[in-house]
């Protein structure tokens, strides 16, 4: 008799996928953010990541909510400057879905 081997229950459910990473422009915008530890403007962030005014924007909005990226608003001169840095929260909350992600990874190379 063949014994098969079956996966745990859930094994392939990736809880980890953060819903508020897991979008194609946020991950732009995340992995931007991660190589400029110092901060970006929202200006480079927007042509990095070919995002729109309105859309970075809304993007940004959302990490913002959750608490994954802090936005500066100044002025240089009478021209506004906004600058867009990851929290130590959002790069430890980032860090945690890479991983979750390389475990996908992993298991779709496995098959």
């Known amino acids: 008799m063949i014994k098969r081997i ?8 990736y809880e980890g996928l953060d819903r508020v990473l897991h979008e194609r422009a946020r991950l732009g915008v995340m992995t931007s953010l991660l190589a400029h530890p110092q901060g970006i403007r929202f200006q480079e962030l927007k042509r990095l990541c070919a ?9 940004l909005s959302v ?5 994954i990226v802090h936005i500066a608003k100044a ?5 506004p ?3 867009c ?4 929260a959002g790069r430890r909350r980032f ?6 992600l390389e475990r996908v990874i992993k298991d779709a190379r496995k098959t």
């Open 6 to 13: 079956t996966p745990e229950p859930g094994r392939f459910a």
């Open 51 to 59: 995002l729109t005014d309105g859309n970075l924007s809304r993007h």
């Open 85 to 88: 840095r990851l929290t130590a």
């Open 63 to 67: 990490l913002h909510d959750a608490g």
């Open 95 to 100: 860090a945690a879905y890479l991983d979750q």
């Open 81 to 83: 400057r906004t600058t």
């Open 75 to 79: 002025f240089e001169g009478r021209r």
